[in-house]
């Protein structure tokens, strides 16, 4: 690794943890946080593909792809509202730093016939695929935990007077429990509240806590039904650090 590629990825790694942790406590990050490693990462690609005269089709296609996923992550975020602003800003910042695999640059990789096939993948997948299945993997074990924790108080389920779909469905994606277990509990949202709420998602714009004022007059051992809303940007930190250290590894070990 050259001292261009050492200081874009110390500065991508400390932006991902500060943003992290931001996200983690307190769901805001400022958006000013992505600019300098948006800016490095520019620059060391711009003068990467001119000092290397960079033509090769898998350059392309990695940055085709690239450039694809971007774009409907962005329809997904600002027009679905699936997705935040943040979180948006993560993936491009972290695509303008890593838009194709810092493998290809040593084109005898996917040539040698003794290069196992992981190692293959790693090299042509594009980055922001890899880090979305490392995000998937700890989203996935996320609803695990989520199911054993409703499996464990499956009781509850009996008091929801719903259809057996719903309690399916809140049985893996969301929480089953009292209402007085949910107000003490930070960054939920409601998603079932007898003669309140009576829905399948929450909207990534309403505030966590305005809620709990309207359901004062409820008895505390009312059965409830509640979302986490997901520090994505948290996850995707995990995922990229997970990535960086892997790559290193691999680009040691060949």
Not at 53 to 77: G, V
Request: hydrophobic share 55%; with cysteine.
């Amino acid at each position: 690794m050259n001292e261009i590629e050492s200081i874009k990825t110390i500065v991508l790694v400390l932006t991902f943890i500060v943003a992290g942790i931001q996200d983690w406590k307190y769901r805001e990050i400022s958006p000013k946080i992505w600019l300098p490693s948006m800016a490095i990462g520019i620059l060391s690609n711009a003068y990467l593909f001119i000092s290397m005269n960079l033509n090769d089709a898998l350059y392309l296609i990695s940055i085709t792809i690239t450039s694809i996923m971007l774009m409907i992550f962005a329809i997904l975020s600002f027009w679905l509202k699936l997705f935040g602003g943040a979180d948006f800003l993560a993936l491009l910042t972290f695509s303008l730093n890593y838009p194709f695999s810092t493998m290809l640059n040593s084109l005898y990789l996917y040539i040698r016939p003794d290069v196992n096939l992981p190692y293959l993948l790693i090299a042509i997948l594009p980055p922001i695929v890899i880090i979305l299945l490392f995000y998937c993997f700890l989203v996935f074990l996320i609803i695990i935990y989520n199911i054993i924790n409703n499996l464990i108080n499956i009781r509850l389920l009996g008091y929801l007077k719903v259809p057996l779909y719903k309690k399916i469905l809140y049985t893996i994606f969301y929480r089953v429990t009292y209402l007085e277990n949910a107000l003490r509990k930070k960054f939920y949202f409601p998603i079932y509240i007898p003669g309140y709420v009576d829905r399948i998602t929450f909207n990534i714009d309403e505030e966590f806590d305005k809620w709990k004022e309207k359901v004062v007059d409820l008895q505390p051992n009312t059965v409830v039904v509640i979302s986490w809303g997901l520090p994505m940007v948290t996850f995707l930190s995990i995922s990229i650090l997970i990535y960086i250290v892997t790559s290193l590894l691999i680009h040691s070990s060949i």
